[in-house]
């Protein structure tokens, strides 16, 4: 990363801006950290690895969907190169087939190949690709699934839990969920129920098209019925949902039936409930969690305190957030890239830019390298506050560093420039964030022409810009 430039570091000198000890334990030697961004915040894109040469894929003997020229193919294979007994052989041979075939003459090929060659064998594994293939069947019902399902128990193979599991997913996989449904209980009631896995597949599958009641409904009649308990991971799963969706109170509801299940819930747990409160910007809430999370024995990690410090400052409670940045280093949790930019924009938001401009470089001393997001938290701030030269000095470490603008930052920093007559800068930033393909060149041209029509009829009415 660039270095601070010097007009920053007068930004220091003022011990009114930011106790730096107030925030972290002194030391005299650079703290290494962690290098870990939770995908709300943009990391400094890495150079691309060469891509290693992937070996070509086996070429398919079968060229028609034909079943006839299927026979053809596979008499020929039979008749020439001694095919091997193997069930692999053949079960690639069907799978090959049964990409470009119907389901019903896949199964006929099966026959065909069980008939010609008598010493093969089909297995599980077998049936299984035909089972697959129904899945993702043309056919809006389930008649397919149950015609290859009825085939494996004709011919001896019953389901087992690795059938149940495959015909879940094939179905989710194409959109088919209450087909899913259908089938699990089905399956259960007549040959074998899911495994936990299984069941959390569906549900979490479940929790994105369904409402909530429905799912509850769900959960209960597989465990009245089948037996089939949620863990741990479905209440996870039930309570990530419900917290995307803002519902907090029956996420802290879960909470209280995990501990009647038996269940302890875990940090991720927790830490989710926590984002879910910090997005709303109710930190109170957040610290209620945090507290409640302590009390029950779970030991908070660096999401939690990264999670916390992101809530606090966004709900303008900058203060408690240094606060809680000593008490995760003083429980050996060392603040990231993430941490300093949570903390970074809950300052810029109460005006306090020039402060968070210091902590840039404290971070830095701290060896903790700034990312895309830090940056273009910084130049918002700086724009806002009408720092322009800063501002424009920030922007050109971001250059040298190749890294973009946000289209919050840019549309702030264009109009922010337009309203004091840079209009040259703001061109030049106008062609980088093009260049840099920081954004299409259609947002770029219209965040600047529809600021530069603003500014030009400014200008002619005499308004103050």
Same mark, same amino acid.
């Given at each position: 990363?660039?270095k601070?430039? %010097? &007009?920053?570091?007068? /930004?220091?000198?003022?011990? #009114?801006? $930011?106790?730096?000890? !107030?925030?972290? +334990?002194?030391?005299?030697?650079?703290?290494?950290?962690?290098?870990?961004?939770?995908?709300?915040?943009?990391?400094?894109?890495?150079?691309?690895?060469?891509?290693?040469?992937?070996?070509?894929?086996?070429?398919?003997?079968?060229?028609? %969907? &034909?079943?006839?020229? /299927?026979?053809?193919?596979? #008499?020929? $294979?039979?008749?020439? !190169?001694?095919? +091997?007994?193997?069930?692999?052989?053949?079960?690639?041979?069907?799978?090959?087939?049964?990409?470009?075939?119907?389901?019903?003459?896949?199964?006929a090929?099966?026959?065909?190949?069980?008939?010609?060659?008598?010493?093969?064998?089909?297995e599980k &594994?077998?049936?299984?690709?035909?089972?697959?293939?129904?899945?993702?069947?043309?056919?809006?019902?389930?008649?397919?699934?149950?015609?290859?399902?009825?085939?494996?128990v004709?011919?001896?193979?019953?389901?087992?839990?690795?059938?149940?599991?495959?015909?879940?997913?094939?179905?989710?996989?194409?959109?088919?969920?209450?087909?899913?449904?259908?089938?699990?209980?089905?399956?259960?009631?007549?040959?074998?129920?899911?495994?936990?896995?299984?069941?959390?597949?569906?549900?979490?599958?479940?929790?994105?098209?369904?409402?909530?009641?429905?799912?509850?409904?769900?959960?209960?009649?597989?465990?009245?019925?089948?037996?089939?308990?949620?863990?741990?991971?479905?209440?996870?799963?039930?309570?990530?949902?419900?917290?995307?969706?803002?519902?907090?109170?029956?996420?802290?509801?879960?909470?209280?039936v995990?501990?009647?299940?038996?269940?302890k819930?875990?940090?991720?747990?927790?830490?989710?409930?926590?984002?879910?409160?910090?997005?709303?910007?109710?930190?109170?809430?957040?610290?209620?969690?945090?507290?409640?999370?302590?009390e029950?024995?779970?030991?908070?990690?660096?999401?939690?305190?990264?999670?916390?410090?992101?809530?606090?400052?966004?709900?303008?409670?900058?203060?408690?957030?240094?606060?809680?940045?000593?008490?995760?280093?003083?429980?050996?949790?060392?603040?990231?890239?993430?941490?300093?930019?949570?903390?970074?924009?809950?300052?810029?938001?109460?005006?306090?830019?020039?402060?968070?401009?210091?902590?840039?470089?404290?971070?830095?001393?701290?060896?903790?390298?700034?990312?895309?997001?830090?940056?273009?938290?910084?130049?918002h701030?700086?724009c806002?506050?009408r720092?322009?030269?800063?501002?424009?000095?920030?922007?050109?470490?971001?250059?040298?560093?190749?890294?973009?603008?946000?289209?919050?930052?840019y549309a702030t920093?264009?109009r922010?420039?337009?309203?004091?007559?840079?209009?040259?800068?703001?061109?030049?930033?106008?062609?980088?964030?093009?260049?840099s393909?920081?954004?299409?060149?259609?947002?770029?041209?219209?965040?600047?022409?529809?600021?530069?029509?603003w500014?030009?009829?400014?200008?002619?009415?005499?308004?103050?810009?």
């Amino acid at each position: 990363m660039g270095k601070i430039p %010097p &007009s920053f570091r007068s /930004a220091l000198s003022n011990p #009114n801006l $930011i106790n730096r000890s !107030s925030l972290l +334990p002194s030391s005299s030697k650079p703290r290494h950290f962690p290098n870990k961004t939770p995908s709300n915040f943009t990391a400094k894109s890495r150079k691309p690895q060469p891509q290693q040469p992937q070996p070509p894929k086996p070429l398919s003997p079968f060229k028609s %969907p &034909s079943l006839q020229d /299927a026979k053809t193919v596979f #008499n020929s $294979i039979v008749n020439t !190169s001694n095919a +091997p007994n193997d069930f692999r052989f053949h079960n690639s041979l069907l799978q090959s087939y049964a990409s470009i075939s119907t389901i019903n003459d896949s199964i006929a090929f099966l026959r065909h190949m069980t008939k010609t060659h008598p010493l093969f064998s089909p297995e599980k &594994s077998t049936y299984h690709i035909l089972l697959t293939q129904s899945c993702k069947s043309d056919d809006p019902t389930l008649a397919p699934i149950h015609q290859t399902l009825n085939l494996m128990v004709s011919d001896g193979v019953n389901p087992d839990k690795v059938t149940v599991d495959l015909a879940v997913r094939s179905l989710c996989s194409a959109g088919r969920v209450d087909d899913a449904v259908e089938l699990i209980k089905e399956l259960s009631l007549k040959h074998c129920v899911p495994d936990i896995y299984t069941f959390n597949f569906l549900v979490k599958n479940l929790c994105k098209c369904r409402t909530l009641s429905s799912v509850y409904s769900f959960i209960e009649e597989m465990r009245s019925k089948f037996d089939v308990k949620p863990d741990l991971v479905t209440y996870t799963i039930l309570i990530d949902n419900v917290c995307n969706t803002k519902n907090l109170r029956e996420a802290m509801r879960l909470v209280k039936v995990l501990h009647e299940e038996g269940f302890k819930p875990d940090c991720f747990v927790y830490n989710t409930i926590m984002k879910g409160y910090c997005m709303l910007s109710r930190g109170s809430e957040a610290i209620e969690v945090y507290n409640q999370m302590k009390e029950n024995g779970v030991e908070p990690d660096l999401i939690t305190y990264n999670t916390l410090i992101y809530g606090l400052s966004k709900s303008g409670r900058v203060t408690e957030a240094k606060k809680l940045l000593r008490v995760m280093a003083e429980k050996g949790h060392f603040p990231d890239e993430v941490t300093y930019t949570s903390l970074m924009n809950g300052m810029c938001r109460k005006g306090e830019t020039l402060a968070a401009l210091a902590l840039l470089e404290e971070m830095e001393m701290k060896g903790c390298s700034p990312n895309s997001c830090t940056y273009n938290t910084l130049l918002h701030g700086l724009c806002k506050s009408r720092l322009f030269d800063k501002a424009m000095e920030l922007y050109e470490m971001m250059k040298s560093d190749g890294l973009k603008l946000d289209m919050a930052s840019y549309a702030t920093f264009v109009r922010s420039l337009c309203r004091v007559g840079r209009i040259a800068d703001a061109y030049e930033v106008f062609d980088y964030a093009v260049g840099s393909k920081s954004l299409t060149d259609v947002a770029a041209y219209t965040t600047l022409e529809s600021t530069l029509k603003w500014f030009k009829k400014a200008k002619e009415e005499g308004l103050k810009v």
